[in-house]
């Protein structure tokens, strides 16, 4: 009679087996759609390897952490290693800090400031958008000097319930678009909801809105600048008729291309003080209201393609 049920049993687990792989697949595949945005495939795996982490949060839990801890394993190997916090901003898992963990260290920031830790729990809060990059100045235990770290952030719950905001980072990651398209959104969402008060932000070093050496700038429909990174203590400089290093008219060219667009790309070249020749850049700046007036929002990041050019 036993063997009889297990006899009958067995379709039934092999059935719920398919469905439950099916549904990891589909969830895994719908992920993966995510790494299309990117550029470069250390992205891409960086990316991968954090969303591979939360897959399995998700199914073993807490369990999970002891695998990311085995040292030479897929999860920690050189300088790759994945951390977590909880969403209050205490240390859950940092296998190369362990003295964190269970400290509360929602205060700590980078070398110019920036509080690292609230950012990464800010992302994980976000209702619509749970992920993203946040990008500091870090000195990594053992090295000599601090370098920068790009992040990729995701909240995920395990089956108890618990949530958790995990990520890993990559040192001397190289722009993507993305990086900057998504600062001069969150910019403009700012400028929009609080008006021109919060425009000193963009100036500060230690604040979510400038990443390695790409920074906001704002300026009016004539091309007045009311943020201006060059000469950050300056405001009201008329910049129309700036030009590149080759004679690019590209405060011009951005007034065109937003007469037709809400938002918009070009590259130029720009005068580099550490190069002998110009360093391609690419720009991304978009067009708001604030109190029926019109202003251009954007920020630049150094081409690492020439295909980006096209644009």
Known sequence: ???????????????????????I???????????????????????????????????????????????DSKWL???????????????????????????NIINMKDLNGKPVIREIVQ?????????GWVHYLWMEPGEIYPEYKSSYIMRVTDPAGHVFAIGSGNYKQKAEKIFVSDMVDSACIQLERSGL???????????????????IFVLDEKGTALVDPSFPSLSGRKLVNLKDAIGKPIVAEMIEKLKTNQTAWLSYMSKSPDENKPVKKLAYIRK????????????????????????
């Open 1 to 23: 009679m036993h063997s009889h049920c297990r006899t009958q049993m067995n379709p039934l687990k092999h059935l719920l087996g398919l469905i439950t792989l099916l549904l």
């Open 197 to 215: 008060e919060m425009i000193p932000q963009f100036l500060d070093k230690s604040g979510k809105y400038t990443f390695y050496d790409s920074y």
């Open 123 to 131: 992302i994980a809060s976000n209702a619509k958008h749970p992920f």
């Open 288 to 311: 708001i209201h604030i109190n029926h007036k019109g202003y251009i929002v954007g920020s630049s990041i150094r081409l690492e393609k020439p295909v980006w050019l096209k644009i």
């Open 77 to 103: 190997r050189g300088n790759r290693y994945l951390f977590a916090y909880d969403l209050y901003g205490t240390c859950i898992f940092h296998p190369v800090s362990p003295e964190l963990i269970g400290r």
């Open 25 to 71: 697949t589909v969830s895994c595949t719908d992920e993966r759609k995510n790494l299309e945005q990117y550029e470069f495939d250390e992205t891409k795996k960086l990316v991968a390897y954090v969303e591979d982490a939360a897959a399995l949060i998700k199914t073993r839990g807490i369990i999970a952490f002891r695998d990311f801890a085995q040292k």
